[in-house]
């Protein structure tokens, strides 16, 4: 089965330049060139890869990535942001907000496709549902609905926070390494590199810990992170 790809950008030419070298690789490509028509295309279609713009109009590519990890029903499509920004805080930003991963603009077909490839192939290889519960004191996992509570609180988690949360609590009490994570987490072939980790970490502390004194996730010192 071919994987369907839907590539978003608000020039024409480079819809359709991505578009000719996408399916000349076997994908099944479909564009969208508002934030407006991405929203409406992915809750008609199913797609296996988004390639977001982040300046788009409408809707721009920020908010779109919100939405999309927000939804449960969204959350697990992988995005690679694309972009002619090149800023720290823009790559940050987009990863705070779920993106799987960042390209910016001009870059080359050959690049573009082996992190696509690389996206898919990390995709392929994980469990995302798993029918269980796991919990912490206070706060529960459900695996089934893909889910987080903390007080009977719906906590609003970004996917890779979730993933990262599960992985954190299933290896309780083991001080994971922040290589580890991102092999984990974001797969073997990422792009990124260990900090990727560090803001994941810092934005799943704000919505889980009740103060800036870490009562769940630990930082152990040269290494990475480990749950109580």
Known sequence: MNEKILVVDDEE??????????????????????GREVLESVYKEKYDLIILDLMIPEIDGIEVCKILKRDLDTSHIPIIMLTAKSGETDKVLGLEIGADDYITKPFSIRELLARVKAVLRRMDKKDYIKKRIL?????????????VR????????????FELLKILVENRGKALSRNMLLDMVWGYDYFGDTRTVDVHIRNLRKKIEDDKNPKYIETVRGIGYKMR
């Open 135 to 147: 919990k912490v004191e206070d706060i529960v996992i459900d695996m089934d609905r893909y889910e």
């Open 150 to 161: 903390k007080k009977d609180e719906v906590v609003d988690l970004t996917y890779k926070e």
């Open 13 to 34: 030419h480079i819809v359709e330049l991505l578009k000719y070298n996408l399916e000349s690789n076997g994908y099944i490509v479909k564009e969208a060139y508002t």
